[in-house]
């Protein structure tokens, strides 16, 4: 079965960048139609897509924070990495990797609360 | 960007009951609507996808219907289990959730 778990730190500091990792099983980042998704949730408040990489390296990115994300998939380890620069406290939130089928996110990764505070 | 606009944004119905959550989607996005179903401290489920395609093991008592720019997602008969927050999202152009809406038991 699909699943996917997202690591990473809980706490980073304002200007700091941010690195999570999405260690998925279950699928292939190599098959076609397939892509990886990040998505998060300030506490309190609505889901908001940040990123996602199809399985041809096609990359997609959320047009306001565009110049901050970085997404990047190492298909022999099963892992999706979502680099976000310049953290703020406004970043902090619950952070989601989800398996995209033709778009549609149909398997999530149980979340990681990633605050940003000095 | 597409916008995404729920209605209401929470909603207290009894036991049994039927109840609608509305999302218009600021231009046309044919049938890529996707509907969730958050509970507190979870992720998102996804229900439905391409508008109306019930995902497989959710009860038949979901249901969503529309097309263009208007959307409904209908629970036919409501249970205690559906306490819970519902987004919709369109994936016609990238990505984008509506606000949410809050079902409350009465």
């Known amino acids: 079965q699909i699943t996917l778990k997202e690591s990473g730190p809980t706490l980073v500091k304002p200007t700091q960048t941010l690195t999570l990792t999405c260690t998925f099983s279950g699928f292939s980042l190599s098959t076609i139609g397939v892509g990886v998704g990040w998505i998060r949730q300030p506490p309190g408040k609505a889901l908001e897509w940040l990123a996602l990489i199809y399985w041809n390296d096609d990359k997609r990115y959320r047009a306001s924070l565009k110049s901050r994300l970085t997404i990047t998939k190492d298909t022999s380890k099963n892992q999706v990495v979502l680099g976000m620069t310049n953290m703020d406290p406004v970043d902090t939130a619950t952070y989601f990797c989800?398996?995209?089928?033709?778009?549609?996110?149909?398997?999530w990764g149980q979340g990681i609360l990633v605050t940003v505070s000095s | 960007d597409i916008q995404m606009t729920q209605s209401p944004s929470t909603l207290s119905a009894s036991l049994g009951d039927r109840v609608t959550i509305s999302c218009r989607a600021s231009?046309?996005?044919?049938?890529?609507l996707a509907w969730f179903q958050q509970k507190p401290g979870k992720a998102p489920k996804l229900l439905i996808h391409k508008g109306s395609s019930l995902e497989s093991g959710v009860p038949s008592r979901f249901s969503g219907s529309g097309s263009g720019t208007e959307f409904t997602l209908t629970i036919s008969s409501l249970q205690a289990d559906d306490s819970a927050t519902y987004y919709c999202?369109?994936?016609?152009?990238?990505?984008?959730f509506g606000q949410g809406t809050k079902v409350e038991i009465k």
């Open positions: 231009q046309s996005i044919n049938n890529w």
């Open positions: 999202q369109q994936y016609n152009s990238y990505w984008t």
């Open positions: 989800s398996h995209s089928q033709t778009d549609v996110f149909d398997f």
